[in-house]
Structure formats: C-alpha cells, structure tokens
C-alpha cells in the first residue's frame, strides 16, 4: 500500500469503528423488553406467593409467641400458687428415703472385652445411674475399678458423666475401701441363693458384658478372694425360658425394686423382659400337673377307646361264626341235592 492512500484508509477504520461504538450505546440504551416479557413458571409463582405472605404474616407470628410466653408465664404461676409446699417435684423428692445399701458395679473385666460389649456396659451403667436417682429408696452407688477402655468411651460419648449426683466412681478396686466381711458378690453360678437383703452389706454386681464367653469368671473370683457370694432366687419365684443370666441392669433395677415391695416375685415380674419368657413357678407347676392330667386323661381315653374296640370285636365274632354255619349248612344242602 502506497503512503498517499495510507491516511485515508486509517481514516475509514476509525469512522468503522465508531459507528460500531455508537450501535452498541444504542442497543444498550434501548429497554430490554424480552427479559420483562419472559413468563414465570407456576413452581417460581407459589414461591413469590408464599415469600409475600410469609412477610405479611411477621407481626402475626410476632403476637403469636408474645400470647404463648404469657400463657406458660400464666401456667407456671397458676402451678406455684396450687401447690402449697412448692413444686412437685421437691414435694416428691422430700418422700425419698435413701437406703444404706451399698451397690457396686465392679468395672475390673476391661480386658476381657471388645469395644462393642464396652459400649453396651456403659449403657447399661447409664441405665442403672438413672434408675436409681428415679427410685424412691435409692442405694448408694459405687463404680469400682473405672479406667482403660470404659472411660475413653464415657469421655468420648458421655462428658456429661463427670458432673453425675449420688454416685461414686472410683478408679480403685472396691477392695480397697470396703471391708471383706461386708461384701457379698451377686453371681448366678453360686450355690447360695439370697432370701433377703442386709443394707449393712456391699453387693457387688460385675461389669462384664461377655455374652457368656466367660463362664463363671465372677464366682470364682470372689472365691479366690474369700468373698461371699449369692445368686438372686430367680429360681424360687420365675420360670424362664432362656438362661438365668441377667444384664447388669436388670439386676441393679430388681434390687431397688425390692427394696420399694419388699416382694422378689414382684420385683422380677416388674423388671424382667417379655423376652425372658417369666412364668410364675407356682402356674409352671400348675400347667405343668394339667398337662400331666391332660395326658392321664387322654392314656385313660385311649384306653377306653380300645377296650370297645375289643368288645365290639368280640360281640361281632359270634355272628360271623352264625354267618359262618349258616352258609355251610346252606352250601352242603346244595350239594345233597339230587339232579
């Protein structure tokens, strides 16, 4: 390109590029009609619709909790002047009669348990904790012997546990503070059954949870140490279907329900699993002398029943003899016949 025409054809590029300039100034000056004509969907209305109301409704809902706080302030007040000694509950709490006996968890078995049967131990500790601040002749309760794995668990799971009322939680053995002859270790492997409980002893419950891996591991424990021990008369008053071995809790809740009846029977009907299959002893046995009178009576039928069979045998033999003579006298008079 020749330098003459150099200028004019820089000039013709930037009148372009201004025209360019100016049409897009223009577009974007002019409304934008299709954006405002773009139809809404039914779902993005119901929104906008309850967004409206929900901001019409504010000072509603604000009136509305207003009337709630003062009707509960109303309640309570109504509450506090209708009991004359105060709450309920303190009126409640004044009846409980707190009993001597002492209740020990022993939490020595951490070894001998995976972290599954450690979770379910602390459970049924939490169970036990909450039972007995609910009793009304509430026991006084020893954790013995807790660390290793049981606490790591409560630490991560329960930090709550650090602050719980009526209760001591020792990281030594119940041994070591508590007198021999005042121990009696609860196990079902021992021979002696217990017919009442002393409130100047310590029961000791063990914290094993072994789905019975570890038989008879409590009882010989307590022999080695030269402790007494007991089973709870299970036997005496329940019929089970399963095995007589109970949960920690279940054994912890039975003796607080003793100490309120005063009843065993009671005390394990009102504890026990439906899934125990419970029978009291004396219907066991009742069911079991019908069912041994059921089949007295059925032998007694059957009997009977073969008894006339035989006499009807020998009631139709004779006819069948008469039968018998009749066609042989009929068939030789046949044959005497002369053709």
Known sequence: MSSEKLPAFIETCNVERKQDLSEDQEESQKPRLGNELEPISKRQMKKLIKQKQWEEQRELRKQKRKEKRKRKQLERQCQLESNS????????RRDVVHS?????????????????????????????????????HPVQFYLTSHGGKLKKNMDENDKGWVNWKDIHIKPDHYSEFIKKEDLVYLTSDSPNVLKELDESKAYVIGGLVDHNHHKGLTYKQASDHGIDHAQLPLGNFVKMNSRKVLAINHVFEIILEYLETRDWQEAFFTVLPQRKGAVATDKACESSSHDKESARVEGRLDSDSSEEENSRNELDSPHEEEKQDKENSTGSTVTSIPH
């Open 85 to 92: 000694d105060g709450n309920d509950k303190k009126r409640i």
């Open 100 to 136: 001597r006996l002492r209740l020990i968890i022993d939490c020595s078995f951490d070894s001998l348990m995976v972290l599954k049967d450690i979770k379910k131990l602390h459970k049924q500790i939490q169970r036990c904790y909450a039972e007995n601040r609910r009793a009304l």
